[in-house]
């Protein structure tokens, strides 16, 4: 069993940036393909970012392309989401979520069916 705390999350303006960080209990998360996900109000969840178990790949949503890095400390069981030049309709609550199921590459990881574990989220507001 995974649990999963996400924070870093609040209020910023167009154009800010936001760490997000996601902190894991359990003994074996350096096996553990880690991916961000959002939704906003009204919408289904989405795709954000995910890294592999090893942190040798990374994948993310187009719409985040450039502006995000997903980066992972396997020493402090922690994943983080670095998020640059902030968009008002990048205001959503941010999930983290954990699996084994994927390979070394992390393949499928833009896929939520592919997680066996979710945060609560963390809330993030862009003002325009």
């Known amino acids: 069993q995974v649990q999963l705390v996400e924070s870093g999350g609040g209020l910023v303006q167009a154009g800010g940036s936001l760490r997000l960080s996601c902190v894991a209990s359990?003994?074996?998360?350096?096996?553990?393909?880690m991916g961000w996900f959002r939704q906003a109000p009204g919408k289904e969840r989405e795709f954000v970012a995910a890294i592999s178990w090893s942190g040798g790949n990374s994948y993310y949503a187009d719409f985040v392309k450039g502006r995000c890095t997903i980066s992972r400390d396997n020493a402090k069981m922690s994943v983080h989401l670095q998020m640059n030049s902030l968009k008002p309709e990048d205001t959503a609550v941010y999930y983290c979520a954990a699996t084994t199921r994927l390979g070394a590459t992390a393949y499928g990881a833009s896929w939520q069916s592919s997680y066996e574990y979710w945060g609560q989220g963390t809330q993030v507001t862009v003002s325009s």
């Open positions: 359990g003994r074996t998360f350096s096996s553990y393909a």
